[in-house]
């Protein structure tokens, strides 16, 4: 019973890597063959110029443009379970200026989905850490409220700090509650609590993974809550900047 209990972390983790060696697979399984059967058609016309079979191409284009954002978060994900990714503790970052510029290029997007978006952004608000992560952290819950707040929905982004220091990150998006039952799983990777919602926006389910593994790597924490008045909000708090 006693070496049970001293193996049951090891099969743990080892039943976590294979579910994430298996998930990984059948994710790539898919925009390959996209890739293969567009470029079997191209082939049964070869006769064809690049304009007659445009559509093929650019359907091969996106999802290679898909698989190689996929391949970079798990290379992401992989380095970080290594230890080997680049410390993200480097310098003084100022927080402020990095949420705006990360803001600005989800207002078009919000506006073609018809979505309002709302901020309030604190001046001047300094974290140590690294500023490609933490430009990524904000994108990828910004990316993630504009997708389920839906058309004529709102997303809000608040940078505020805190009494007892540090920095606060709300994102807040209107839409349909997240079930209780998903919100404990919904930084695990691959992890959908819509799955067939998240595939027609073309989501891997790692998004959430990796803000989690950058929060983390800051020293600071994120949590999510969902409420019945179909709402929810992503918060993360990151410690003050020594």
Not at 56 to 79: H, N
Not at 99 to 107: C, G, H, K, Q, R
Not at 153 to 172: I, N, W
Not at 184 to 207: I, K, M, N, Q, V
Request: charged share 25%.
């Amino acid at each position: 019973m006693l070496s049970g209990l001293a193996l049951k972390p090891a099969e743990e983790v080892w039943e976590q890597q294979r579910r994430f060696v298996a998930d990984a697979s059948h994710e790539r399984k898919t925009p390959l063959t996209v890739i293969l059967t567009n470029t079997g058609i191209l082939l049964a016309h070869s006769g064809d110029t690049i304009a007659q079979q445009q559509k093929w191409v650019e359907y091969i284009r996106d999802e290679a443009q898909r698989m190689r954002a996929l391949v970079e978060d798990l290379l992401f994900l992989a380095k970080s379970d290594a230890g080997k990714e680049t410390s993200p503790v480097t310098a003084p970052v100022d927080v402020s200026e990095l949420t705006w510029s990360a803001l600005l290029p989800f207002e078009p997007v919000a506006f073609e989905q018809g979505v309002e978006m709302e901020s309030e952004i604190a001046d001047q608000l300094t974290v140590q850490g690294n500023a490609d992560q933490l430009r990524r952290l904000v994108a990828i819950l910004l990316d993630n409220a504009v997708k389920y707040a839906g058309n004529g929905g709102r997303v809000k982004l608040v940078l505020s700090r805190p009494e007892r220091g540090g920095v606060c990150l709300t994102v807040h998006n209107t839409g349909p509650a997240i079930p209780p039952e998903h919100l404990p799983h919904l930084f695990e990777r691959f992890y959908r609590a819509d799955d067939s919602r998240a595939r027609t926006s073309g989501g891997y389910g790692l998004g959430l993974a990796i803000a989690k593994r950058i929060v983390d790597g800051h020293g600071g924490s994120i949590t999510v809550s969902s409420r019945e008045d179909a709402s929810t909000d992503f918060t993360v708090r990151l410690p003050h900047s020594q």
